[in-house]
């Protein structure tokens, strides 16, 4: 889009310096000031339509809107766990969804195959979906950390997912739709902005002040 603005801009410029004798290189300057600034604005508002989870450390396009966050506390066979859910209902007919949490460390560090968690994770996600068919299923990264993208249905629910496992915290990015799945335009715009921000530069700095210490 700032491309395209920005040839709006040269063409208007262009067009104004070539009306014989309407408008002087000093009314030229000033719309191409006016256009430049109305252009920073513009790339603003874009930059602005990211929510941020500071707690969760990561980034996405909820399109433009505020998602409901709703933590609840989930009783496992290893202790109670966090759960933080992010939801925005874009329609009657779609929901967008990113979920996090922090499994315990000696679960992780003891995990012989991530595998197994990262499938363990599909599992659950699914079976609490009511999602009884995987159609799709391909192994992912992000920023070396270790992750899942898969698609599936129950026949009228349809679910595109990707889960990544970023040292002991799970996040869970999911599109759930009825009747089909999303469209490449929405999975683009939602799924393909998640982003994660400081986490690990933050853990880094912890580890290195608890070495200090000792």
């Known amino acids: 889009m700032k491309k395209v603005f920005v040839i709006t801009v040269l063409a208007s410029v262009s067009i104004l310096s070539s009306c014989g004798g309407g408008a002087s290189g000093e009314d030229v300057q000033n719309a191409f000031d006016e256009m430049m600034v109305d252009m920073e604005d513009e ?18 396009d909820f399109f433009g809107e505020t998602p409901i966050d709703n933590p609840q506390t989930v009783p496992t066979v290893l202790g109670d766990i966090e759960m933080h859910t992010f939801m925005y209902e874009k329609s009657v007919t779609e929901v967008f969804m990113v979920t996090y949490n922090d499994y315990p460390s000696e679960m992780v560090n003891e995990s ?12 659950g996600g ?15 990264e992000m920023n070396t950390h270790p992750g899942l993208f898969f698609t599936g249905n129950n026949g009228q629910y349809y679910v595109t997912y ?7 915290r799970l996040y869970q990015i999911a599109i759930l739709r009825d009747g089909s799945y999303a469209s490449d335009e929405d999975i683009e ?3 393909g902005s998640f ?20």
Do not use: P, R
């Open 43 to 60: 790339v603003e508002v874009e930059e602005e339509i990211l929510f941020a989870s500071v707690d969760g450390h990561f980034t996405i």
């Open 112 to 123: 012989e195959n991530v595998d197994d968690l990262l499938q363990g994770a599909k599992n």
């Open 126 to 140: 699914l079976t609490n979906l009511g999602i009884s068919s995987v159609d799709t299923e391909e192994e992912i």
């Open 162 to 168: 990707e889960i990544y496992l970023v040292n002991n």
């Open 189 to 191: 715009t939602f799924i």
């Open 195 to 214: 982003m994660l921000t400081d986490q690990e530069e933050e853990e880094e700095e912890e580890e290195e002040e608890e070495e200090d210490e000792e």
